[in-house]
């Protein structure tokens, strides 16, 4: 017996949502309608439409710096301040951390001495001690718990609700045109892979990082991986075409970045492809919603070397003061509305 | 105006489509329907049905081993006869690789000495001459090659047309029911990810394996990346739930291998998993269609430790005799006919 009643839902279901497809509703509705989003639109369709242009869908691998590109940089990466507030929590619990001199410093607010010397040793130390020697279950749940509680100190908000609009539209119009979006940022991988899913709709397997290699244990009889500082990889400047070689394998087709961190990895993805290729770097102008460090480049986020090259690379540079409409996502259903920053037309 | 013609072709086509699923046609023939079989499809009807056993699609990630689970691995490993054939077609044009001892221990088929040693030194001085040293896509146009040219030496066909066709029927229904498939071997990641899609339908970047770290050139002003030997991660044993770790980011649900060096990979699938999961080991008994060396272990493939924590873990144990009525994919059009490894009912 035929269950028509079942057979024909979905047609019910499609009558209801196909219409706003067929309106053409704006994929991009958080950008103004300036030469980014144009450029954007335009390689899209070129890539997605039958002709000299078209890209398999296979073929079509989006990669994101994260950092500076998705959600800010400051005062300081994100990570950075999970690691300062994850000391700060620890320390009274734990004596021999809390005698750690460099743990002092960071309690004494005395950023200087964690800065000291070309490699920053004193905050790669405060790293260390707060992404080794656990399991990555241990991991996830003290990141997710920080995600949970912590505010930006300038926005007042959950990290996690920081992110730009433009950018959330931007991932999901390339994957509603077949596209793969990934994260390939200096951020650390397993940091990332905690929310991305639920806050960009890329999966932990999408995320590619800076990382270390873990440690496989058995612990009363339960299988554990403890993460440790073992081979060490730096997923920014030349090592982001080296990690997307590593953990993706093909070359992409478009990559967007904020920084002379992604000068390399738009270099790969642009010059040479053999498929048409898009190359976008958003530039911090906008004092205002977000913050402006175009004009003076700071330790994170420098953006010069990149910013030279954009023009005889073909690159699309964003302006954010002038390109988005919107800064960040709209707060979730239940936050305060006074942290909602306002728009800009 | 509403184009009802279009809106209605989906059903036009869902009619045509939905009886074969009705019919419940057989996702797995050439399984035997054994307990393997029935095992494999209780699982999948568990965690993709609304109830208790229920894991949501994201989190449904398989991974399986390559190297005697979905092709054979021996006389040797296939990725060593790519090794040994590349060798030999260089050495005649390259005076000072043919003037290497251990390249010319190979010419002369002397074995033992490429072996000797506990880390078989001579056999991974052969892998680093032919795995490193040139750009990425270098390395990628001469395995191509390789595969269009190469037969295998007791079956006499390419050697991807080897693959088994009880697990690619595997991976389609897995695909078929949400699962994200994944190849996680002891076998090179940038060897299999040329040409694993076009195989077995899986992406470079679902493919993890042992590697290298590349280097990032501009030459002539365009990027490569030159494969190196630094930072070797061997993606084996322990290694497998490493490499899932720092590649894939969670935990998969289901395993599939066939020897020891899948054993680590098993238990951090199946030990204390959250949700349910799934462990099988292909066992090779099968000396008329294919080896039979489950008796008589050899280097590669060794099955010991692992087969005997099966039953504790409640792995399912795959005899290729007893179970597959099938061992080799079809030949494809236009392949001789009589290289067809006969069916054994």
């Known amino acids: 017996m035929t269950d028509w009643k079942r057979l024909l839902a979905p047609l019910t279901l499609m009558l209801f949502a196909m219409p706003v497809a067929a309106r053409g509703a704006d994929p991009l509705p958080s950008w ?39 959600w800010p940089e400051n005062p300081v990466p994100f990570q950075a301040a999970y690691a300062f ?8 619990a734990e004596p021999a951390l809390a005698a750690d001199p460099m743990v002092q410093a960071l309690l004494a607010g005395d ?11 004193g905050l790669l130390h405060i790293m260390a001690l707060t992404h080794a020697g656990m399991t990555s279950d241990e991991f996830n749940a003290a990141v997710s718990a920080w995600m949970n509680t912590a505010r930006h100190p300038k926005f007042d908000r959950p990290y996690d609700q920081l992110t730009y609009q433009p950018m959330q539209e931007l991932l999901r119009y ?9 994260i390939v940022s200096g951020g650390g ?22 990382s270390t290699r873990s440690r496989f244990e058995m612990r009363d009889g339960r299988p554990v991986l403890v ?30 970045g904020n920084s002379d961190g992604d ?20 530039r911090h102008t ?12 700071k330790s994170s986020g420098t953006l010069v070397d990149a910013l030279k090259e954009a023009p005889a690379r073909g690159w699309t540079v964003v302006d954010m003061a002038a390109d988005w409409r919107t800064v960040f996502a709209d707060t979730v259903p239940g936050e305060k509305a006074d942290v909602r920053v306002t728009e800009r037309q």
Do not use: C
């Open 227 to 256: 993460k440790t500082m073992d081979a060490v990889f730096v997923d920014d400047k030349d090592g982001k075409p080296v990690g997307i070689q590593q953990f993706i394998g093909r070359r992409p087709i478009a990559a967007f």
């Open 263 to 282: 000068k390399a990895m738009l270099e790969y993805v642009t010059i040479g492809n053999p498929h048409p290729s898009f190359g976008m770097i958003v």
């Open 286 to 297: 906008d004092a205002a919603r977000e913050y402006q460090y175009d004009v003076n480049p």
């Open 85 to 92: 507030d994850e000391i700060r929590r620890r320390a009274p």
């Open 174 to 182: 390339l994957r509603a045109n077949g596209f793969k979006t990934f």
């Open 189 to 210: 991988a397993d940091f990332m892979r905690v929310w991305s899913e639920r806050v960009y709709g890329i999966p932990p397997e999408q995320v590619v990082g800076s």
């Open 111 to 121: 950023m200087a001495t964690l800065l000291a010397g070309k490699h920053h040793d």
């Open 32 to 70: 103004h309608d300036t030469g980014p989003k144009q450029a954007i639109m335009a390689y899209v369709g070129k890539v997605t439409a039958k002709g000299p242009g078209y890209v398999a869908p296979a073929e079509r691998i989006a990669v994101f710096d994260n950092d500076g590109t998705l």
